[in-house]
């Protein structure tokens, strides 16, 4: 039994609009290499909604924020916690919003009268699809990348102010020309911030892996040069509780002995890995375990910065795999300076 015309139509339109909704996400987003390593996007409620409280260059509403996070402690359900979230919110939404919103309100006296176009409907149900993916996802790496998806409901949402500014102006008023003209005012500013993250490449919301891997690796540069240079001595240190007899207890009992500290099981201790100790004998795991505030130098102690060097590593690597799975520790290393960074180098 075939289908009515209209049906028909509308059925290729959805069709149509699924298969180049697919070509689109396997064109910019590659997710074949990408699900490799994980989905892309991470279900994460409000994660871009919170910094409109939290953030001081925002408004920031320090009381709600720490009433949230309480909150959250106590009893995830807390009916005080949903008008928090459901506060931030409309924050969220009004100030990136801004005039378009009226717009919306635009649209429900339409819904009243009964007079919404089925376009507009698809158009509000885009904006809201939009949102949603906002509001409720973040992305693998660039974790507020899914900000991206909010543009194209503020570009959308335009329709609906446009045509309020229409039916305004239609009307031949005073009253209605000057409101146009105060609401399209009040619109630019936002508007130009917007362009601002456009108009030049890369965009200040993108930052190619070769940009990233590159600037990791001068980072890695000037660190293994302040490194040998003493500047983060202090910082190469390891805070850690200690409440078991492990390797790192014998580094406290050890320094118990050869530095005359008070060291008890439950402490907690800098762990220094050290090549040499003033000529004194090192604990079995080459740690020296100092107080918080303590310059390893002012007890003679000899920095292992390899070791140091070693953790780093692997971070570095972490990272490295994050932004580009299978990329190896080598390949930020092939133009690093002689010697830097090698297990071998006589230098460490």
Known sequence: MFLKKKYRIG??????????????????????????????????????????????SLFYLKNITNARYYLIEQNKLSPRL?????????????????????GFIYLIFKSIKKKV?????????????????????????????TIQFFYYALFLS?????????????????????TSLIIIIATIPVNIDILKSFVTFPSQYYISKDEIISQLRDLLIEYESDLLAGKYTKECGEPRGVHTETLYWDSMIHSNTIFDKEFRMGDVAVFY??????GKPLPK???????????????????DF?????????????????IEPGTTWESICDNLKQGSFDDNDDLW
């Open 117 to 145: 176009e089925e376009i507009e409907v698809y158009v509000f149900l885009t904006i809201l699809f939009s949102v949603f993916l906002t509001i409720f996802f973040i992305q693998k790496g660039e974790w507020w990348n």
């Open 306 to 322: 390899k070791d140091v060097l070693r953790k780093l590593k692997k971070s570095i690597e972490k990272i490295l795999n994050g």
């Open 11 to 56: 059925f290729c339109q959805l069709i149509s609009l699924v298969l180049f909704g697919l070509l689109s996400v396997f064109l910019f987003y590659d997710p074949i290499s990408s699900l490799q390593s994980g989905s892309t996007f991470i279900f994460k409620p409000f994660a871009l909604v919170h910094p409109i409280i939290e953030d001081p």
């Open 273 to 278: 890995p050290a090549k040499s100790a003033g």
């Open 285 to 303: 795991n080459k740690n020296i375990a100092l107080e918080y505030g303590d310059d390893p130098t002012d007890f003679g102690v000899d920095i």
């Open 82 to 102: 949903i008008i928090i979230e459901a506060f931030s919110l409309l924050l969220f939404l009004f100030f990136n919003f801004g005039t378009r919103i009226l």
């Open 158 to 178: 335009n329709i609906f102010i446009s045509k309020f500014l229409y039916e305004l102006i239609k009307k031949k008023k005073i009253i209605g020309i000057i």
